[in-house]
């Protein structure tokens, strides 16, 4: 299986952090994570990795309407400087004609979590240029299934706003570059309901997204990610939110998977893209269901019987400890088997 990797995860390394209370809060989203990952899988001669490729910016750029303040921004600092949104003037706001304002991020961002960097920008867009990549193997038809290794994750960036550690919608960036060739069935696995992913496509009958996440009467992003939230407009239908209680175990979590696979019988898309979390391991810090690293592998052989051409997109798990086992295990579910004509 092809991995596609890039070059510059460490330079977007934020140092970010805040007490409240006893609790120290700080970002989890470190450049360490992708090395546990890429040893992990360097442990197998199954995957290859592969460079990202270069793409043309408006790849990006036209479904992302803060992509130029964050190119301006991040260019405006140097590589140590962070900088945050201090004002959030809410939906009705009058929007300046100019971006190069770096306070002003309030405008496009969606929390305090999420600040710009001086490589900020590059990273970002290489994560989503990983996506394209991997979208790019799937269409020439040599890959089955393509994992990108993507950071920054992307499934909290939406069409209006970014946050949640997220710059630009991996995803939607991929599922934009497949749409040309077919439809595209979006399964989000991450602990957290990918709710800029549902809002880029709620209105689109050519897109099915889904995502299994905590409920968001509990767990961020507490405004999306309801059952009842099914698309609006041509989208109505082609939306399924599974949220599940912070108790799930493995076989809990399992009959939500095939609750999505029984509508896929429906949907039959052409492609499948998974914006792959691991925070949903028993042991990670900002999550609370109790799978366990085995159970990854269980969930992917599920997915892999559709038998779609498969993008698999990194997005959250923040134990270091497991997070590159899981990932192995999750990807082995959708290799070949042994002495199989696909393995040699």
């Not at 399964?187 to 496509?201: A, I, K, R, S, V």
Request: charged share 20%; net charge negative; aromatic share 12%.
């Amino acid at each position: 299986m092809k991995v596609i990797v890039k070059y510059n995860d460490s330079q977007h390394n934020p140092r970010w952090k805040y007490e409240l209370g006893q609790n120290v809060h700080e970002v989890k989203d470190t450049p360490f994570r992708v090395n546990t990952i890429k040893e992990a899988l360097k442990k197998d001669g199954r995957f290859t990795f592969q460079r990202a490729r270069r793409f043309p910016e408006w790849h990006i750029s036209r479904i992302h309407p803060y992509h130029d303040y964050i190119k301006l921004t991040s260019a405006s600092l140097t590589d140590n400087e962070e900088i945050y949104p201090e004002l959030f003037p809410g939906e009705g706001a009058h929007l300046p004609k100019r971006v190069d304002r770096p306070l002003w991020g309030g405008l496009w961002c969606a929390d305090a979590v999420t600040p710009i960097m001086g490589k900020t920008y590059q990273v970002a867009r290489a994560s989503a240029e990983t996506a394209l990549t991997g979208a790019d193997f799937l269409i020439r038809g040599d890959d089955r299934a393509v994992y990108a290794l993507c950071r920054p994750s992307g499934h909290h960036a939406g069409p209006r706003n970014f946050g949640g550690y997220c710059y630009f919608n991996n995803v939607a960036t991929a599922t934009e570059y497949l749409l040309p060739h077919g439809t595209v069935a979006i399964l989000d696995t991450d602990y957290h309901h990918g709710n800029g992913t549902q809002e880029f496509f709620q209105e689109q009958k050519h897109v099915f997204t889904a995502s299994i996440h905590g409920d968001p009467i509990f767990e961020y992003p507490y405004f999306w990610g309801y059952a009842e939230e099914t698309g609006t407009g041509q989208g109505e239908g082609s939306n399924l939110n599974i949220p599940l209680p912070c108790t799930t175990n493995a076989e809990e979590y399992l009959a939500a998977v095939e609750s999505f696979c029984v509508r896929m019988e429906e949907f039959r898309p052409d492609f499948l893209i998974i914006a792959a979390g691991f925070d949903a391991h028993m042991t990670d810090p900002i999550g609370a269901f109790r799978l366990e690293t085995a159970d990854f592998r269980r969930i992917a052989e599920r997915l892999a019987a559709l038998d779609l051409p498969t993008l698999i997109c990194q997005e959250g798990g923040y134990n270091t400890a497991v997070l590159g086992e899981c990932v192995r295990g999750f990807l082995e579910g959708f290799l070949p088997p042994p002495g199989s004509d696909q393995a040699n």
